[in-house]
């Protein structure tokens, strides 16, 4: 199984503020997703991404709110600009390969914008 | 796109009996069923997963069946702890790089 690393583990953050989210396995994997879970709800994806290509994003994200960087297999990165009290949230990043391989979890990012 | 739907939202059960956790999906497409407990702080774990082409997987206290035709599946636990309260959550795949789509979750209550 995969170990999925995340760093900050939370964050306080003032609003209009930009806050960048680490996510670093263990092994190699081709994509590596980010999801957002918003208190007491469900995991709703954000993006995919895939190393050496732009990030796919899903219907209601878009790039300049929530950049995010692939730079090799290993790690990627998710950035939420310009905060408001309403990204408040958790952030999750997974990994994923081809095939019936399993999307293993990091511990997420506990995020308070103020 | 997929969707799923998660029955019931709360669960509350006495020690010692059974859970069971419903999932619906749209996509008759979607290969790949995991399930995922939440503990509170914590990201979700993958606790057990089924494939399309089997109906029913089972580990230790916890089993999942699967049925294609009515696209609906469901997570069996028993004799359960109090250690067992969580969030649980089932999602679908259809893709074939690990994009999953989430049910709402339900929140398990084990009392002693």
């Known amino acids: 199984s995969a170990v999925i690393s995340q760093k900050p583990s939370r964050d306080i953050c003032q609003r209009g503020t930009s806050l960048t989210i680490q996510c670093q396995v263990d092994?190699?994997?081709?994509?590596m997703f980010w999801y957002r879970q918003q208190p007491g709800q469900s995991l709703t994806l954000i993006a995919t991404a895939n190393q050496g290509s732009e990030a796919t994003y899903e219907s209601g994200f878009v790039i300049d709110k929530f950049p995010i960087s692939r730079p090799n297999l290993t790690f990627s990165t998710l950035t939420v600009s310009n905060m408001s009290p309403e990204d408040s949230s958790i952030y999750l990043c997974?990994?994923?390969?081809?095939?019936?391989?399993?999307?293993?979890f990091g511990q997420g990012t506990r995020l308070t914008v103020v | 796109g997929e969707n799923v739907e998660q029955h019931p939202s709360t669960l509350s059960v006495q020690e010692g009996d059974s859970a069971v956790i419903k999932c619906t999906y749209s996509?008759?497409?979607?290969?790949?069923f995991p399930w995922y407990k939440q503990e509170l702080g914590k990201g979700p774990q993958l606790i057990i997963d089924?494939?399309?082409?089997?109906g029913e997987k089972k580990d230790q206290r916890i089993a999942v069946t699967l049925n294609k035709t009515a696209k609906h599946f469901s997570l069996h636990i028993t004799e359960t702890q109090p250690e067992d309260s969580a969030v649980y959550f089932c999602a679908g795949r259809t893709d074939s790089w690990g994009k999953l789509q989430f049910g709402a979750g339900t929140q398990v209550v084990v009392t002693p």
């Open positions: 996509d008759s497409a979607s290969n790949y």
């Open positions: 092994s190699q994997v081709t994509m």
């Open positions: 997974s990994s994923g390969d081809r095939g019936y391989t399993e999307a293993f």
């Open positions: 089924i494939r399309s082409n089997v």
